[in-house]
């Protein structure tokens, strides 16, 4: 016999489904079928499953290969590092549960770290854009609900969030949106011609490096002002034709992601585009909405926002907390030598981050908390797996419009395998005997 | 658990009648005993020192969404005031919103107990456990809001109350809530398409039903369960010049309705930060009407009400109310957060800096005090600053100090660049009374702990009430400076909560054992609701029915209060 559990929380991405259905056999161990899941959401519940699966902390020997060791070993390694570490390097915390972050911050000021989440390489220029200029946002229903102006900026949705179109943003009927996709006017700017532009009423195909010309352009088309013939290679009839669609929908919103993010600008193109947005609030209604890409890495900005005031780039390492991004941010403090250990849990850095920081985590003294084999655990001293959050532990997780959802646990780890919460909670007590606190 | 014996202190406790005797204070098992009952007692020496019960806060923004919003757009917020943990203390930092240990900590000193969430977005009820969680030494409850909810705008418009009582039960319980909190009902509903109901009688965009008709349903909807607290109310049209007709309207809509609740309390609606709902004239012409308001709270004894003081500081702005903050973006064109809820509410964040130089912002500063010295019954009025709206809480003391003080007040005068103006369009300067710390015990203590319905644990001394009991270094009965005032009462000498002494001799000495108050109301069982929330759980919601409910592990140490409305 098996048994259907339902409303399971995706632990894959920042759209945060919640209507999984998983298939797992009578006695809880085996996670057998994923239902309603997109195909990144499904593989992440099945390769839970594999069956080389590492269940045992491991450390690297001097001839480079692992070493099986305990979880109190590896514990015990961590906490050490941690403490005899001047300023370490506390990494990711975005693939995991407010539960397990809250443990990790009190780590972090335990031992005088810097916390940095997965922001500090994605959407971190948004958070800067925000302390700048702020943002007018909504939650993802009142877009179902309610938006007929849907514009996706520097994102792939069809690729990167693949059920928030048909869940948010584009298919469904809400209240007020009873018509679905045919009473919504999509929007698509990106350079290239993506599966979300291929379903777009308008693709705006900018040049490469122009976001910030073509919003300033908007702005300048809102108020009926003269535009040159061509802004970032869009015609300006096209311009006026996308300013005039979003001033007359009822209610408009703009998801964007990484193209507008990390590309030049930065966290100007997010602050000009947040002033489109308030713009737009004079003709009608309108929100702006950050596509947040690992399924929490918004809660770990929450997390830190009420524990310190700031929601990345956090260094603790002075007593208290400090901000300064492009300074208490990773790859700065890596390529600058600052940071003596580095410590990642919830985060691939070996595989995103530039290849001269991978190199000084390679270098340094290192602990990879992760559930899979990774670039990252190629690199670090020690690899200790851990249980899936989401599917073989639960816990609060906050989805890219901030609302935090409790994840279900929908089958057991392996035998004698630690959660998150569980190693950490495990290293703060041994830093705190290793600092007589 | 341990004995305390609190000696020879000046005790203030409007619940005993006791106004500045020398009294002894005793704590066992967390309670308030009589001295008799105790054995070897550990002795407090408060000879000299004002004693009273931990200070209840019935309306503060310290844990949420919105609140956090606040602090991670704000990092100049956390600029030259962030401070090293020490001892058991963790780290701090934030001034208008602080993070939630700061928070926990800057109330205990100014020996504050029990601080109410005032604005709790139903679906962000984890976030604001969460945080609540994570706030030291208070005990806390929060305020889920309903004035703008689709289920309340639906039944209230053909006036069901027992279904929209049914809901409100199934609501508080599933986001664990303790009250019925109402912003600017319909108005941010109207906000969803960018517009506002702006009085009583302004219909909400396509739900066809008036604010009226919100107001006075809930009201009726929250006595047919006979909630500890009444209905919590934010009126329409809030911060405009004129506007205190609007609030004598909504006042209006409590007439003929007497409380139904075994928990003690007075009144059937409580208005919170009424200073900013107490303006005349228009425009420019701003001007106080502090009197018509209070001579309307004064002689109706079904309501409520707390101050709203601005503090004159720079400070971060939050409310439910989401046109209000782009309004007031558009003001001050400083930066502005705005975040709308599903099927709920919404919420926008704006700095704003209450400046001595601004003549406006100096109005609002008589208009909050003049609404405390024209109190009648201090049992009825409560000091708050709907932190951090009008100002950061710690300012409390400051308040306290210009309501005991006509030379603080005129010193505060004094530096007013538009004095003249600020005179000619106010009261205050007129006024002579002076409050004393029996009246300031009223506002600060026994008052807000009735009107919550919760005088059973807070707010005094008797025996019986919980072990809250706060010792200032300030002797009544000597000469003082106004200064003294505000000095003594934001740093208090001792603290015990719940029978712990959480501060001792102004060191922060436990983290307490907070608890999380929610309110578990037993309704008749009523299919047509269960049967209304499953379907717009299943076609308007982004999240399912069954990830909706907030559930236990996220109140670490809650303590509910059951009310049975099943008939």
Known sequence: MTRTVTDVICPFCGTLCDDLEVVVSDDGKDLLEVYNACAIGAEKFLHSQAKDRITRPRMRQEDGSWKEISYDEAVNYTARMLADAKKPLMYGWSSTNCEAQSVGAEIGEAVGAVMDNTATVCHGTSLIAVQDIGIPSCTLGEVKNRADRVLFWGCNPAHAHPRHMSRYSIFPRGFFTGKGHTGRKVIVVDPRPTDTASLADIHLQVEQGHDYELLDALRVAFRGEKLPDFVGGIPKAKIYEVAETLKSGRFAIIFFGMGVTQSIGKNHNIDIAIAVTRDLNEYTKAAIMPMRGHYNVTGSGQVWGWQFGFPFAVDLSRGFARYNPGETTSNDLLRRDEVDAVFVLGSDPGAHFPFSSVKKIYDLPSVVIDPHETPTSEVCKVHVPVAFVGVEIGGCAYRMDNVPIETRKVVDAPEGMMTDEEFLTRVLARVKELKGV | ?567
């Open chain 2, 1 to 567: 658990m341990a004995e305390f014996l609190i000696k020879n202190g000046f005790v203030f406790d409007p619940v005993l009648g006791i106004k500045g005797d020398v009294a002894d204070v005793a704590i066992k098992d967390g309670k308030i005993v009589e001295t008799s009952a105790l054995r070897s007692p550990k002795v407090i020496d408060a000879t000299g020192k004002t004693v009273m019960a931990g200070g209840v806060d019935i309306h503060a923004h310290v844990a949420g969404p919105k609140v956090n919003i606040g602090r991670n757009f704000r990092p100049e917020d956390k600029l030259f005031n962030c401070t090293a943990g020490h001892g058991i203390e963790r780290m701090q930092g934030g001034f208008s919103v602080p993070t939630t240990i700061r928070t926990g900590y800057n109330y205990a000193h100014m020996g504050y107990t029990t601080v109410m969430e005032a604005a709790m977005p139903p679906l962000y009820a984890r976030h604001t456990h969460e945080e609540m969680r994570d706030t030291p030494i208070l005990d806390q409850g929060a305020y889920p809001v309903f004035g703008n909810n689709w289920f309340v705008l639906e039944y209230l418009k053909n006036h069901e109350i027992e279904n929209t009582a049914a809901y409100i039960a199934w609501l508080l319980r599933a986001t664990k809530g303790y009250a019925v909190k109402v912003v600017n009902p319909g108005g941010t509903e109207a906000w969803g398409w960018g517009l506002n109901c702006e009085n009583v009688h302004d219909p909400v965009p396509y739900f066809d039903i008036t604010p009226a008709q919100i107001i006075k349903g809930l009201i009726e909807a929250n006595e047919y369960l006979g909630l500890p607290h009444s209905m919590h109310m934010h009126a329409n049209n809030l911060g405009t010049p004129g506007n205190y007709t609007t609030t004598l309207d909504s006042f209006k809509l409590s007439e003929g309705i007497k409380p139904n609740s075994k928990f003690g309390r007075a009144q059937v609606m409580h208005h919170t930060h009424v200073q900013f709902h107490s303006y005349g004239g228009e425009g420019f012409n701003f001007e106080s009407k502090a009197p018509e308001i209070m001579d309307y709270v004064n002689t109706h004894d079904n309501i409520t009400i707390d101050l709203g003081c601005v503090t004159l500081d720079e400070t971060t702005t939050m409310t439910a109310d989401g046109p209000f903050e782009h309004h007031l973006t558009e003001l001050n064109h400083l930066k502005w957060a705005n975040a709308d809820v599903e099927l709920e509410t919404g919420s926008g964040v704006v700095p704003f800096v209450y400046s001595a130089n601004n003549k406006a912002n100096a109005i609002q500063w008589c208009i909050g005090l003049e609404l405390g010295l024209l109190a009648k019954d201090p049992m009825r009025v409560f000091l708050t600053t709907d932190h951090p709206n009008a100002g950061p809480f710690i300012r409390y003391p400051r308040i306290m100090k210009w309501l005991m003080s006509q030379e603080a007040r005129d010193q505060q005068f004094d530096a007013f660049k538009h004095k003249d103006k600020v005179i000619e369009a106010t009261n205050l300067a007129g006024m002579d009374r002076e409050l004393s710390l029996y009246e300031i015990a009223q506002m600060t203590r026994a008052g807000p702990a009735k009107a919550l319905g919760l005088s059973h644990m807070y707010g005094g001394l008797a025996p019986g009430l919980d072990g809250d009991v706060a010792v200032y270094d300030f002797n009544p009965n000597e000469p003082y400076a106004p200064d003294d005032i505000e000095k003594a009462f934001l740093n208090a000498k001792h603290l015990f909560k719940s029978g712990v002494q959480v501060i001792s001799d102004h060191e922060i000495a436990s983290n307490g054992n907070k608890r999380t108050l929610w309110v578990n109301a037993r309704a008749n069982e009523n299919p047509q609701v269960m049967r209304d929330i499953k379907e717009k759980f299943l076609r308007y919601y982004t999240v399912t029915l069954n990830n909706y409910e907030v559930t236990g592990h996220y109140l670490r140490n809650p303590h509910v209060i059951e009310v049975d409305a099943t008939q």
